[in-house]
């Protein structure tokens, strides 16, 4: 398998520009996470799907970010207008859960955003 | 809310020693203990996990053991190896729902040869 994939690697941007960052899940997988990872917060869960339904959107920071999962093999991250502040490295990471069991999460390369 | 902490925030060993890391956490009701492995450049990788039903366990060199009365689990990892630098995260499961996991701030180990 391939792994979780993600594009662009990496990508900068100016100000106030939208920004779209995109994952392939694993084949089969029912669940999928984006997170952010900046030196200051640490790993943060933006946003959780399950079955391409947003479950928890409460990490996503503010309505200029927006996630999409159209169907079971592909997510979206979007970002508009892009600040500075949205600088960091976006991971997403999918995983197969059975009804009321946790299970392993797995992370793509992730994308690092700079804005400048 | 969930609170996890993670200690130390930087390790270093010579190759060959052991290495601890301890992370305590607040949800009394979770199951799920990983340890997740992030090299630069990369994204986390699950390196070993226990569940609430198991006081240890071991994979080689790496084991991790549970405390649920204290509320802490710990990663061991013994004969270090230079590959073992890397920033080692814990990340317990909260109990509130789906499968979310709260991510420690990280330790940073380095192995010197």
């Known amino acids: 398998d391939a792994g979780v994939i993600q594009s662009p690697r990496h990508e900068v941007t100016e100000m106030g520009q939208e920004v779209t960052l995109r994952c392939k899940p694993i084949s089969g997988h029912n669940s999928l996470f984006w997170y952010r990872q900046t030196m200051m917060r640490g790993l943060e869960l933006l946003i959780y799907?399950?079955?391409?339904?947003?479950?928890?959107d409460s990490g996503m920071p503010e309505d200029r970010f927006s996630a999409k999962m159209p169907n079971a093999s592909f997510s979206t991250l979007k970002i508009q207008p892009s600040e500075p502040r949205d600088s960091a490295v976006y991971f997403c990471?999918?995983?197969?859960?059975?009804?009321?069991?946790?299970?392993?999460?797995?992370f793509g390369p992730g994308t690092r955003l700079t804005v400048l | 809310g969930e609170n996890v902490e993670q200690h130390p925030s930087t390790l270093s060993v010579q190759e060959g020693d052991s290495a601890v890391i301890k992370c305590t956490y607040s949800?009394?009701?979770?199951?799920?203990f990983p340890w997740y492995k992030q090299e630069l450049g990369k994204g986390p990788q699950l390196i070993i996990d226990i569940r609430s039903n198991v006081g240890e366990k071991k994979d080689q060199r790496i084991a991790v053991t549970l405390n649920k009365t204290a509320k802490h689990f710990s990663l061991h990892i013994t004969e270090t190896q230079p590959e073992d630098s890397a920033v080692y995260f814990c990340a317990p499961c909260f109990s509130g729902g789906y499968n979310k996991l709260i991510f420690g701030a990280g330790t940073r180990l380095a192995v010197h040869p």
């Open positions: 990471a999918s995983s197969l859960v059975p009804s009321g069991v946790t299970d392993t999460q797995y």
């Open positions: 799907f399950n079955n391409n339904v947003p479950i928890d």
């Open positions: 949800d009394s009701a979770s199951n799920y």
